[in-house]
């Protein structure tokens, strides 16, 4: 069992815990459908080799919002697996739910805090791909410490990541994208698919969710990076 002292006291989390009222559909993910599609953390790290039916290459996304995005991508591209990590009920009750009516067997969901899930409970070189679309943008400078992506997430991320896998990291605000495009340029385990400082047109992997259409058509930029997982040996 992991001692406390392994864990740090306190760390700056990059979300706020938020609560709302679950509709039915949401109630029955969460209450009934947890066992087919939820993964419980143990002490340890989590077996992947025991969580789905085939074995497959897995991609890891960090908070899926209300899941249209994830739901889309592991019903298209059954090849491979997904797993996908939030702390919000509402949003992992309507994945699970709907994964439910669509009988989609490679998808499952974490309720837990990223960050420490990496750190404590997943073994190096669990994923072939990460994803993370629109993290909270924390746009005010004061609150800029929250952001997620930074030197120690990368880090992790690298750890977590095959060698040559794909990171694919989206948001709608300019100046997180720039931050981001810094970080992991920045960072010696990672190569710009498309060359220095160039951001990627909407891979089609990636679906268009109604909030992004809505918000191309109040003139919002979505900036989309593709980078490669160098380990440096």
């Known amino acids: 069992?992991?001692?406390?002292?392994?864990?740090?006291?306190?760390?700056?989390?990059?979300?706020?815990?938020?609560?709302?009222?679950?509709?039915?559909?949401?109630?029955?993910?969460?209450?009934?459908l947890w066992p087919l599609y939820g993964i419980e953390v143990p002490d340890r790290y989590i077996e992947m080799?025991?969580?789905?039916?085939?074995?497959?290459?897995?991609?890891?996304?960090?908070?899926?919002?209300n899941g249209d995005s994830l739901l889309d991508m592991a019903l298209n591209t059954p090849n491979k697996n997904f797993i996908g990590v939030e702390v919000y009920e509402a949003g992992i009750g309507r994945i699970i739910?709907?994964?439910?009516?669509?009988?989609?067997?490679?998808?499952?969901?974490?309720?837990?805090?990223?960050?420490?899930?990496?750190?404590?409970?997943?073994?190096?070189?669990?994923?072939?791909?990460?994803?993370?679309?629109?993290p909270d943008p924390w746009?005010?400078?004061?609150?800029?410490k929250r952001r997620i992506v930074d030197?120690?997430?990368?880090?992790?991320?690298?750890?977590?990541?095959?060698?040559?896998?794909?990171?694919?990291?989206?948001?709608?605000?300019?100046?997180?994208?720039?931050?981001i495009m810094?970080?992991?340029?920045?960072?010696p385990n990672f190569k710009n698919t498309l060359g220095a400082h160039i951001y990627s047109p909407r891979p089609k992997m990636r679906p268009m969710t109604k909030f992004e259409k809505r918000?191309?058509?109040?003139?919002?930029?979505?900036w989309d990076l593709v980078f490669i997982n160098i380990k440096q040996d």
Do not use: C
Not at 173 to 179: C, K, L, N, R
């Open 1 to 32: 069992m992991m001692q406390d002292s392994q864990r740090p006291v306190k760390t700056i989390q990059s979300f706020v815990r938020r609560s709302s009222k679950l509709t039915p559909g949401q109630r029955n993910g969460i209450s009934k």
């Open 215 to 222: 918000g191309q058509s109040l003139g919002h930029g979505v």
């Open 97 to 134: 739910n709907e994964s439910h009516k669509l009988q989609i067997t490679n998808l499952k969901v974490v309720k837990f805090d990223a960050v420490e899930l990496l750190k404590y409970h997943i073994k190096d070189n669990s994923f072939e791909e990460f994803q993370l679309f629109f």
């Open 182 to 187: 810094e970080s992991l340029e920045g960072h």
């Open 49 to 65: 080799n025991e969580l789905f039916a085939k074995r497959q290459p897995i991609t890891l996304e960090i908070g899926f919002g």
């Open 139 to 144: 746009h005010k400078k004061k609150h800029h």
């Open 151 to 179: 030197y120690d997430f990368l880090n992790l991320i690298s750890r977590k990541v095959i060698n040559n896998g794909n990171i694919h990291i989206a948001t709608d605000w300019e100046d997180y994208a720039q931050h």
